[in-house]
């Protein structure tokens, strides 16, 4: 295991369509969070797991975002009735269970909502 | 009030020399303190991270941390073409429910000349 993969790199969907990425992290890692990024910004915090439990969310997750770590190991993040705002790039990321470690993020998902 | 403030730049130096990229955070409980490399289009890798007052050094690179003044700065020195990348800035905000939750700056762009 070498990294944080996640799956698909690109996803282009129509507007409406509901959409689903896949990250699977680095295996000692219990930590698991999905971060948003738009063009020229930093990376935003949408949600966090730490094993199965999902204990954080942003409000930046509306209702048509759900997240979902069902035995702690790789998770998954569903969009539904994309919208054009949603265009963005989707990181995954991991760490360990000690306290301040950084993360090691995936190489993202490039949603583009057309 | 952002939490994280970073300049976008772009901070523009020639190759040797040392660049300079500066963060302040809001939030006096934070903890640790990390800096991320972004190419265009890849995801943010970790390159140095700091928790103390004063600096850290690794190879080219220096962190800097002054929790009185909630500054934290990272020195390139020789600075290299392959360097010009965004400069990330992120910092752990100490939050029992959101486990190492980094939250970043929106990155400063960094290009350094031939």
């Known amino acids: 295991d070498t990294g944080v993969s996640q799956d698909p790199r690109h996803k282009i969907t129509k507007r409406g369509q509901n959409v689903t990425f896949r990250c699977d992290p680095i295996s000692e890692h219990n930590r698991l969070y999905w971060y948003r990024q738009t063009l020229g910004q930093g990376p935003e915090f949408l949600t966090y797991?730490?094993?199965?439990?999902?204990?954080?969310k942003s409000r930046l997750l509306s209702d048509r975002f759900s997240a979902e770590r069902p035995k702690g190991s790789f998770s998954t993040l569903e969009i539904q009735r994309t919208e054009q705002g949603d265009s963005a790039m989707y990181l995954c990321?991991?760490?360990?269970?000690?306290?301040?470690?950084?993360?090691?993020f995936g190489s993202g998902t490039r949603l583009t909502v057309v | 009030q952002k939490e994280v403030e970073q300049n976008s730049g772009p901070l523009s130096v020639p190759e040797g020399a040392i660049a300079s990229l500066n963060c302040t955070y809001s939030?006096?409980?934070?903890?640790?303190f990390f800096w991320y490399r972004q190419y265009s289009g890849k995801s943010p890798e970790l390159i140095m991270f700091i928790y103390s007052n004063g600096d850290k050094e690794d190879g080219r690179f220096t962190a800097q941390l002054n929790k009185a003044s909630q500054y934290v700065s990272l020195l390139i020195r020789d600075s290299q073409p392959s360097d010009s990348a965004t400069y990330l800035c992120a910092v752990n905000i100490l939050d029992n429910n959101a486990g190492n939750m980094l939250t970043f700056g929106g990155g400063t762009r960094l290009m350094v000349k031939p």
């Open positions: 990321a991991s760490s360990s269970p000690w306290t301040g470690a950084g993360y090691t």
């Open positions: 797991f730490q094993n199965e439990a999902q204990l954080e």
């Open positions: 939030d006096r409980g934070s903890q640790s």
